[in-house]
């Protein structure tokens, strides 16, 4: 079965560039869409965007401005971009499949979370 | 603010059955079928438990459901037990620009 394994810098200072990667083993299928949500510390889950194996995204349009996502398909891994982060971009960040599994637009699976904190 | 509304809170005891709510709006739930409901264990990944309103992953314990009437949908767990306390959201597709939306999540205590 697909799983997700998610990596990237946990401290990054204001104003800088978030990076982080996913990428994907026990198969290729990664359902519909690898989408980004994200989660504040003490706070809910936020949609960040997702994109397709075919390099087609959608971003959440309060952070579209900000957000890249790319595809490298030759290594299965997936990419988040977050430009000019601020405090309030400080949250545990988390890749899902969309369908892998329930064919159906669910995250299905997760990878293991990554917390990123912004400060100087 | 989310998109989908969510009690903060419920509560019960071993045994009992409890129910979630998430209320949406005509551009979500309105329109789809595609809720799906995730629970949230301390420092770990959510993990999905109902998608397309009913339909339980495999491997997700009997115990949970969901449904779904007009703009609002439903999570019930029955026979509470001490591992269900963690936190629950519901998602659904969204026909607005953000695609996807969540509800602000939901702490079940087991007293």
């Known amino acids: 079965q697909v799983q997700l394994q998610q990596w990237g810098a946990g401290l990054v200072k204001p104003s800088e560039t978030l990076s982080l990667t996913c990428a994907v083993s026990?198969?290729?299928?990664?359902?519909?869409?690898l989408t980004w949500i994200r989660q504040p510390p003490g706070r809910g889950l936020e949609w960040i965007g997702e994109?397709?194996?075919?390099?087609?995204?959608n971003y959440n349009p309060s952070l579209k401005s900000r957000v890249t996502m790319s595809v490298d398909k030759s290594k299965n891994q997936y990419s988040l971009n977050l430009t000019s982060v601020t405090a309030a971009d400080t949250a545990l960040y988390f890749c899902?499949?969309?369908?892998?599994?329930?064919?159906?637009?669910?995250?299905?699976?997760w990878g293991q979370g990554t917390l990123v904190a912004v400060s100087s | 603010q989310s998109a989908l509304t969510q009690p903060a809170s419920v509560s019960g005891s071993p045994g009992q059955s409890i129910t979630i709510s998430c209320t949406g709006a005509?551009?979500?739930?309105?329109?789809?079928?595609?809720v799906s409901w995730y629970q949230q264990h301390p420092g770990k990944a959510p993990k999905l438990l109902i998608y397309?309103?009913?339909k339980r992953l495999s491997g997700v314990s009997n115990r949970f459901s969901g449904s779904k009437s007009g703009y609002t949908a439903s999570l019930t767990i029955s026979g509470l037990q001490a591992e269900d306390e963690a936190d629950y959201y519901c998602?659904?597709?969204?026909?607005?620009?953000?695609?996807?939306?969540f509800g602000g999540g939901t702490k079940l205590t087991v007293l």
């Open positions: 994109i397709g194996q075919s390099g087609n995204a």
């Open positions: 005509s551009s979500d739930l309105g329109v789809y079928d595609y």
């Open positions: 026990g198969g290729s299928f990664i359902g519909y869409y």
């Open positions: 998602s659904s597709y969204s026909t607005s620009t953000t695609l996807r939306v």
């Open positions: 397309d309103v009913t």
């Open positions: 899902a499949s969309v369908g892998a599994i329930t064919l159906t637009p669910a995250f299905d699976i």
